[in-house]
């Protein structure tokens, strides 16, 4: 079984940066977080979940949704099963739950946009950033 916990959320001002980290523990067919694409979405009151950022299973390829290029990088550390996203310049509009998801099985090695393409997810985080 696979678990992912995310941590590192909470109440910041605007122009302020969060690191959110993602613990993943656990194997299933075989496979392990090293050999899987990960991302963050994230999901606003009232709105549906989207993408901010995802990432290869080397790290080598990553993805940003406009809103957040410049501001926001994804890393990971295969060796610590951690996934990771900084986040600086925070706005009031980034305010959501951040949830961090992982690909798992065969040819998924590559960054994917939509959540169906992603089987396992963490609990989310609260990130709220005031103006």
């Known amino acids: 079984q696979v678990q992912l916990v995310e941590s590192g959320g909470g109440l910041v001002q605007a122009g302020g940066s969060l690191r959110l980290s993602c613990a993943v523990s656990g194997a299933a067919s075989g496979r392990t977080f090293a050999s899987n694409a990960a991302a963050w979405f994230r999901q606003a009151s009232g709105k549906e979940r989207e993408i901010v950022a995802a990432i290869s299973w080397s790290g080598g390829d990553t993805f940003y949704a406009d809103s957040v290029k410049g501001r926001f990088t994804i890393s990971r550390d295969n060796a610590k099963n951690t996934l990771f996203l900084q986040m600086n310049s925070l706005k009031p509009e980034d305010t959501a739950v951040y949830y961090c998801?992982?690909?798992?099985?065969?040819?998924?090695?590559?960054?994917?946009?939509?959540?169906?393409?992603?089987?396992?997810w963490g609990q989310g985080t609260q990130v709220t950033v005031s103006s």
């Open positions: 998801a992982v690909r798992w099985g065969i040819a998924t090695h590559a960054p994917a946009y939509y959540p169906a393409e992603y089987a396992y």
